[in-house]
């Protein structure tokens, strides 16, 4: 069973910077695409950062030239550099991937989420 588990969030000044991360477990083969996703209180779940397999990244228009997703085979972890955080940056930050793990074999591919991690960004 895949797993992802997400860390690093936590309260930070304005201008700071946080680096969340996203650690795959469970006999993973490779995660081929990534993403993270924000909610905050009494909004909708929104696209921060994702990343495909061949490194193509896309971000929210509010985050541009701030954050930067990267992804770490290695480690089966996925990343979030957060810089120049805002207040309204503050949210519950969600990690995304497509993983391919090793089951009965072969392989199996499918889409995980993990539980959240908080950011909070004071003024």
């Known amino acids: 069973q895949v797993q992802l588990v997400e860390s690093g969030g936590g309260l930070v000044q304005a201008g700071g910077s946080l680096r969340l991360s996203c650690a795959a477990s469970?006999?993973?083969?490779?995660?081929?695409?990534g993403g993270w996703y924000r909610q905050a209180p009494g909004k909708q779940r929104e696209m921060v950062a994702t990343?495909?397999?061949?490194?193509?990244?896309n971000y929210a228009d509010s985050v541009k030239g701030r954050f930067t997703i990267s992804v770490d085979n290695t480690k089966n972890t996925v990343y979030l550099q957060m810089n120049s955080l805002k207040p309204e940056d503050a949210a519950v930050y969600y990690c995304?991937?497509?993983?391919?793990?090793?089951?009965?074999?072969?392989?199996?591919?499918?889409?995980?989420w993990g539980q959240g991690t908080q950011v909070t960004v004071s003024s």
């Open positions: 995304n991937a497509l993983v391919t793990r090793y089951y009965l074999g072969g392989y199996s591919s499918g889409g995980y």
């Open positions: 990343i495909t397999n061949d490194g193509r990244t």
């Open positions: 469970g006999n993973i083969f490779s995660i081929n695409d």
